[in-house]
Each structure stands twice: as structure tokens, then as C-alpha cells.
């Protein structure tokens, strides 16, 4: 990247948001002196108008940055953990609300990725965006056999733009997480690196038609939601295919009620669609705010925009109905161990410690009425408070509070009696049984069933072979075994055998010197006592066995 033109954008970056008052949000005080001074020597700094909410200046300004920072904002509004409720709820706004790019350069993306011209492809193609968000944009077209369709293409050049735009962002998460007081708490580098995976996820749009085909599947047997169906020949990295659907958005209460939807029903169906998906599946749609979800006639849902899903492992699905249920049971002591348990917090954890810091957290809420209880809110603050108890982040676990609280919300716009007890808990309570019960014993017998069939006619020879081979095994084991026998007692040999010929050297030297020879090669016979002879002999049989032990 251009040195000139990174400064140049950093600059920018910083005058949009003085010009907002963002700087008065985060506080400049323990900034460097000379971004300091800069910003407080900023002529905008006089004339900026402060008299909007702080949540919607940092919207505007979001806005006013580009893409990259709006979809920055709309990560932001899914993290109640990390913003006040006043600026992660007008963040929400960021939602479908960028200016779309021209049809001339909506045109040449799709003919760029099919390598051949519109019409190739498209009996009709409408000019017009029918639908901009921060990375792509929607157009309505016809298929060649007359299907209607709706064509996702991305935003031209995003991913220089994102690149750059991703610098910045961790350049200013390093300075906040330095001199902010806030950084140490909000983690504003780990903020950035999830972002960085989400947006580089969205930008692939055959990951996203995958998305959309495994839900579809998913649901083929259900009436409650609808999936469109991708057009996988006309679908690319860059440009998606899907069917188009027709509905009344879910934010347009008016004409649902007028429309006859009972607006009870779709609230409930809401939540059991979550909870579905979260537990039955453990892959579920992670981005549905209001603008993604429409209503048809039958009051069914129906679907779009998949760029973002979760997913859940079996650890994870059970431990958390385990909370789910030990939440409605208001079991606090349920909750911490299920915690440690699923290894969400450090083994040596003092259960009873961290039941008391739930039970301060959750025994306010449920003081409330039914309908004012934010069971959404509850797991947020339940989260936090593992946090402080050493629990690491836990992407899967994000993304699910954040898919939580948007059908919590929306549930209780369509039906603010909305009771969560009545649909949850019940679905909760069949699905532990379903995961321990004799049911789901027979599940697995019968899910096993097909390797078994592959498996049985082999587990003969298996055993024969395995048999063979710890029979050959023995016999390795005995013969090396008769080795190591063999060579302790050559060992043990030798070192006998050095010690006879040591000890019989000195006998027979000690007989040689007193037996005194007085001419060269004669010996005073008579002259010899008798324990010179018999210290002599001994010294000759000691060094006579060492040497046939040797020979052997």
C-alpha cells in the first residue's frame, strides 16, 4: 500500500470522526500528544453539531467511512457484551441502509465472473439494485426458462478496499488497546481479528450458496421456514443465483396483521425455528435481523442472506440446554457446573464461587414480570460473568447470543406477551430426552447399523489375524528374551572369569616370590614351607579355569 495514501486515509478516518464527536465517546486524554494535539487543534472540532445521540453520530459516521466500517458496525451491534445498550441497539440501523453501485459496474462483475455476456444466462435483468448492503448488492433477473430469480453480485474491488480498511482497524485497536482504559476489557485486537475472518466469510458467495443449500436440506420436511433454492450453474465466487422469494417483510407488523398472520404463532415459530437449528442441527443462521426474514401468506418464514452461520458441536448443544434448562429452573448451582464441565472455564474453578456470582447477576431479572425478562440479555450477562472467571471467548458461543437476542427481539415486536417458557423450555426438555433416553440409544444402534453390516463378515479373519500377530509377538518377545538371558550370563561369565584370573595372578605371584630363587632357574625345593606351595597351586587353578571358561 501507498505510505502517502494509508496516511491519507488514516487522516480521513480521524477528521470523520472528530467531525462526529466520536472522540468525546472513547476519550482522547491518554492518546499520544501528537494525535492530541491534532485532534484538539481540528477546526471541525468547533463548528460539529452534538446534540444528536452518541449512538446515532457513531452510526453516521460509520456510514460516511465506506462498507468495511459499516459492516464493522453491524459485527459491533451483535456484541451487547462490549457496547452500551443505547449504542449497540442504533448500530442495528446499519442494516441495508449503503448506497448501491451503478448497474454499468453491476454488469461487468457478472459478465468478468461467467466469462460471457448477461445474456448467456438471463432472459431479463433488472438494471436497478433491488437491494444494497454493505459488501453486495441484490438485482432482480429471469433465467432463461423464465424462473425468477435474484442475482447477489459483491461490491467492485472489496477486497483491496477491505485490506486497507483492515489495517487502519488494527492500527486503531493497537493505539486503543494501549492507551484506551477501556482496551484491556473490550480486547479491541481480538474484536478486529473476528471481524477479519467474518467479512473475508462473506466475501466468498459459493461459501454462502453452500450456506443456503445445507439449511434448505435442512428444512425440506418442515413448514415452519422456507429456503430458496441456489441456481448452482450461475452461481460463482462472485456472483450468487437464488431463487426469489415473495413475502411481507417481518418488520412490516401493520401488513402481517392485515394479512391476517397470526402474529402469536409466528412469534413462537420464531423461537422454535432458533432452537431447531441450534440443537437439532447445530448449524444455524446467524444473521437474522429483521431485514433478512419475510412472512409468506401461511405465515411461514422464509430466508435470505447466509453469508453468515453458526455452528455447534455435540459438546456444545449439550451443554447448553443443560444451561437453558438450569436458567428456566433457576438452578444457578446447574449452571456453574455445566460450565466447568463442558470446559467453558478452568477446571480448578470454585463452583460455589461462581454459582454466587451467577445468582447475583440472574435473581434481579427474575424478579421482573414474564414478559420483561430478556432471556437474550440473561445470557449475555451470563457470559460476562464467566469472563471474569477465566473464560476464554468462545466464537460459536457469540454468534449464538447474538442469533438469541435478534429472535428474542423479534418475537416480542410481533408479540410482546411473547413467553419463552412456553415454546423453549418444552422443546429443551424433548430434546435432553431424546439425547439420553433409551430413544436415543435406539437412534445410534440404528445410525450404526450400516457400518455394522460392512463390518460383521470381517470381524473373523480380524480376530484370526490378531491373534496371529500376538502369537508372533509372544515369539519375539520369548526369543529376545532368551537373547538378553544369554548375554547376562556371558556378561556375568566374563566378569567371574576376571576375577579368577586376577586373583589367581596375585596367588601365584606371591607363591613365586616367596619360594626365593637363589640361582637362575632353580628353586630351593626343600627349602619351601608348605603354604607357599599350596598358595602357588591355588593361583595356578584359578588362572587354569579362567582360561577354559574363556575358551568356552
Known sequence: MNPYRNLRHLLHILWVFVRHGIDDLIGIDQLPWSIRSLIKASPWRWFRDLSKPRGQRLREAL???????????????????????????????????????????????????????????????????????????????KLLDGTEVVVKILRPGMQAIIQRDLKLLYLLAELAKKYWSEGPRLRPVAVIEEFDKTIHDELDLMREAANASQLR???????????????????????????????????????????????????????EIFFTQAFRDGFFHAD????????????????????????????????????????????????????????????????????????????????????????????????????????????????????????????????????????????????????????????????????????????????????QRLRHHELEIQQQTEKIEALRRQVADSHRNLVFTISGGILFAIAAYYGGLHEPGLLRWQQVPVVTWVTGIAGILMLGKAWFSGRR
Open 288 to 467: 437474522m435481523h429483521p431485514g433478512n426474514i419475510f412472512v409468506g401468506s401461511d405465515g411461514q418464514y422464509k430466508a435470505v442472506d447466509f453469508g453468515i452461520m453458526g455452528t455447534l458441536s455435540s459438546e456444545d448443544q449439550d451443554y447448553l440446554a443443560e444451561n437453558f434448562l438450569a436458567f428456566f429452573n433457576r438452578d444457578y448451582r446447574a449452571v456453574a457446573e455445566a460450565h466447568v464441565r463442558a470446559g467453558w472455564v478452568p477446571p480448578d474453578t470454585r463452583v460455589e464461587e461462581f454459582e454466587a456470582a451467577i445468582r447475583t447477576v440472574c435473581e434481579p431479572i427474575f424478579a421482573k414480570p414474564i414478559s420483561e425478562i430478556s432471556f437474550g440479555r440473561l445470557l449475555v450477562s451470563l457470559f460476562s460473568t464467566a469472563r471474569r472467571f477465566n473464560m476464554p471467548v468462545q466464537p460459536q458461543l457469540v454468534l449464538l447470543q447474538k442469533t438469541f437476542l435478534n429472535i428474542e427481539g423479534l418475537g416480542r415486536q410481533l408479540y410482546p406477551q411473547l413467553d419463552l417458557w412456553e415454546t423453549a423450555k418444552p422443546f429443551l426438555e424433548r430434546w435432553m430426552r431424546k439425547r439420553v433416553g433409551p430413544g436415543a440409544f435406539l437412534e445410534t444402534l440404528r445410525r450404526e447399523a450400516r457400518k455394522w453390516n460392512r463390518t460383521l463378515p470381517e470381524i473373523p479373519m480380524l480376530v484370526h489375524d490378531s491373534l
Open 217 to 271: 436440506l435442512n428444512f425440506s420436511q418442515s413448514d415452519l421456514i422456507y429456503v430458496p433454492e441456489v441456481y448452482w450453474d450461475h452461481t460463482r465466487h462472485e456472483v450468487m443465483v437464488m431463487e426469489r422469494i415473495h413475502g411481507i417483510s417481518i418488520r412490516d407488523i401493520k401488513s402481517l396483521k392485515a394479512a391476517g398472520i397470526d402474529m402469536r404463532v409466528l412469534a413462537h415459530n420464531g423461537v
Open 63 to 141: 456510514q460516511e467511512l465506506g462498507p468495511v466500517f459499516v459492516k464493522f458496525g453491524q459485527i459491533l451491534s451483535t456484541r451487547p457484551d462490549l457496547l452500551p445498550e443505547d449504542i449497540a441497539s442504533e448500530l442495528t440501523m446499519l442494516q441495508d441502509q449503503v448506497p448501491p453501485f451503478s448497474a454499468q459496474a453491476a454488469k461487468k462483475v457478472v459478465e468478468k465472473a461467467y466469462g460471457e455476456t448477461l445474456e448467456a444466462h438471463f432472459q431479463y435483468f433488472e438494471a436497478e439494485a433491488f437491494a444494497s448492503a454493505s459488501v453486495a448488492q441484490v438485482h432482480l433477473a
